[in-house]
């Protein structure tokens, strides 16, 4: 079973920047593909960003410029760098796991099996 810890999470103002962490634990991380996911309120889940056990990565064009994904396969962490911050950035964030690659479902939460429990991320205008 996979556990995912996010932490990082908080409130800033606009044009701040924000670095978010997710802790895997559990299971083997090196394969897997890894996302990050948003929900704002009264909104659906949107895929943010995405990182593929071979690197590859997976951006949502309204981040795309502003936001870094990367993973530290030695500490088990997923990690999402946010910069150049908006009011609509703000949501309730998520990591996740896809078992296998990314595939064509990167950024599709319905293809990730295992989630964290989120942290909040308020960008003030």
């Known amino acids: 079973q996979v556990q995912l810890v996010e932490s990082g999470g908080g409130s800033v103002q606009a044009g ?3 670095s978010l962490s997710c802790l895997v634990s559990g299971n083997t991380y090196n394969s897997y593909c890894m996302g990050w996911f948003r ?3 009264g909104k659906e ?3 943010v960003a995405a990182i593929d056990y071979d690197d590859r990565l997976s ?3 309204s981040v795309k410029g502003r936001f870094t994904i990367s993973r530290d396969n030695a500490l088990n962490t997923l ?3 946010m910069n150049s911050l908006k009011s609509e ?3 309730m964030y998520f990591c996740a796991l896809r078992r ?3 595939g064509w479902y990167a950024l599709s939460d319905y293809a990730y ?3 964290g429990q989120g942290t909040q991320v308020t960008v003030s205008s």
Do not use: H, I, N, V
Request: aromatic residues 8%; proline residues 4%.
């Open 16 to 18: 701040g920047s924000l």
């Open 39 to 41: 929900q704002a309120p």
């Open 45 to 47: 889940r949107e895929g």
């Open 59 to 61: 951006y949502a064009d």
């Open 79 to 81: 990690s999402l760098q």
């Open 89 to 91: 950035d703000t949501g």
């Open 100 to 102: 296998g690659g990314c």
């Open 113 to 115: 099996a295992d989630w």
